[in-house]
């Protein structure tokens, strides 16, 4: 901490008190509040020695800590943490938002975020580098059935899911498609009593996925076991049909990768960050440090649109001139077994219904994050808890204001 400059007009403005180590030491212990403003938007790396224990002294007195722009120590571009940096329990930012604002590990450092307009519009880029969408852009999205619509123009999903170890995984896939806007679902898969069972309205085939029937896109891959066959079956059809793919779980490590890279028709890959480094050749460890970079990456590499599931969930385009979007909704009630199976349901609808990869991927997103929300409302939930709170998270989007 240091002590402003001043003095009289039209006096030189004469140097502050400076505090020595132990004085600030000292001095923090005994704040009640802590203005980070150790470094700004072009400091790069975790904080310096001498900086670094003020910050871990801060959180230790229990002092409230506000940071300007953005957390000393966190990268601002990319949201990785590279060494010690400030939690602040509240960031006050000006402008616009910064990406280390919206993307962990540095958002989990940044506490609640608040945006000061400054009237930097002017000078903003008209693309930028991410973007999130708000209940009016998710609501322009949301399909809505028209007067002459029928299940089969709403759009047909097909989901190959499911095994003799984990006919859950079908049973939940199916409930967030069902949720998801398209007029039908048919499932081919070992799980289909299991599916009815639960979801009679369910089309069930026993051929597999090319007697299941004309789809409007394909969901493959959640609790698909070691069935490396379906999956390639899934993409032949698929192919043929020239129609989207959504690709999530055991699909991502049994999927053909030269076959998902020459596809022509939208492919929607949705990795968790394990997943992801397998599929990058990495350890999980660096996809979680640089969330920002394998998310690009990926869709690079494989020339598909990615969902990168985590804490925030990224969704990047295989253009890279199309700016990553942020998921803002969400809750850590969500890290539970089978919430990715309905994810994929609801996301592989939305594609059936019309939707481009990446709108229905974000689409997807923000409203299972609502819906998860909505089914812990801070208490825990199980994943179909989650699908069955997804009809009421769309009316929350879709509501007059």
Known sequence: PSGGAGGAPGEAARPGPVAGPDEAARLVRAADLVVDGIVGIGGRGGLREGAAPLAELAVASGAAVVAVDLPSGVEADTGEVRGPAVRADLTVTFGTHKPALLVDPARAHAGAVRLVDI?????????????????????????????????????????????????????????GALRGGAGAVRYAGPAGRAVLARYPETLVSDGGPRRTGRVQAWVVGPGAGDDAETVAEVLAVADEARVPVLIDADGLRLADRDAVRSRTAPTLLTPHAGEAAALLGVDRAEVEAARLTAARELAERYRATVLLKGTTTLVASPRGDVPVRVNPTGTPWLATAGSGDVLSGLAGSLLAAGLSARDAASVGAYVHGLAGRRAAAGAPAAAHDVAEAVPDAWRDVTAPS
Request: net charge neutral; hydrophobic share 45%.
């Open 119 to 175: 009237g930097l519009d002017p000078w903003l880029p008209e693309r930028p580098e991410l973007e999130a969408l708000q209940h009016a852009d998710v609501a322009r999205l949301l399909p809505r059935p028209g007067a002459e619509s029928d299940k089969y123009r709403r759009g047909v999903v097909g989901i190959a899911a499911g095994s003799a170890r984990y006919p859950g995984a079908a049973v939940l896939a199916v409930a």
